[in-house]
């Protein structure tokens, strides 16, 4: 049996995914803003870091050009740099010693 694949339901499932994804980052800005501990703010921004890769590569998806993968890698690479030098200012107070 031959299945036909339907372009539509990509285009509803990615910009279903895309609504979700912005969504879970306007939470996670929440806890950057409102967190009771500086760890909780450092998860809540390694997520959003996570979420826009996310979002780069569901556009890449939507408008079919490959540039956007290559935007989310840059901003996985850039994104965790940041998490590990803010990370280690929380524990020690300084990032370069």
């Known amino acids: 049996m031959s299945e036909v694949f339907d372009p539509a339901v990509l285009d509803a499932a ?3 995914a895309l609504i979700l994804v912005s969504g879970l980052c ?3 800005s929440y806890r950057v803003i409102r967190g009771p501990t500086n760890p909780d703010r450092v ?3 390694d997520a959003i870091a996570t979420n826009v890769v996310a979002i780069a590569v569901l556009f890449a998806i939507q408008t079919d050009r490959g ?3 290559t935007v989310g890698l840059v ?3 850039i ?3 940041a998490t ?3 990370a280690k200012f929380v524990t020690e107070g300084e990032v370069i010693e």
């Open 75 to 77: 901003l996985a690479i």
């Open 79 to 81: 994104g965790f740099i």
């Open 84 to 86: 590990v030098a803010v």
């Open 14 to 16: 990615v910009g279903a």
């Open 67 to 69: 540039l956007f993968v």
């Open 26 to 28: 306007v939470l996670c």
């Open 43 to 45: 998860v809540a921004l």
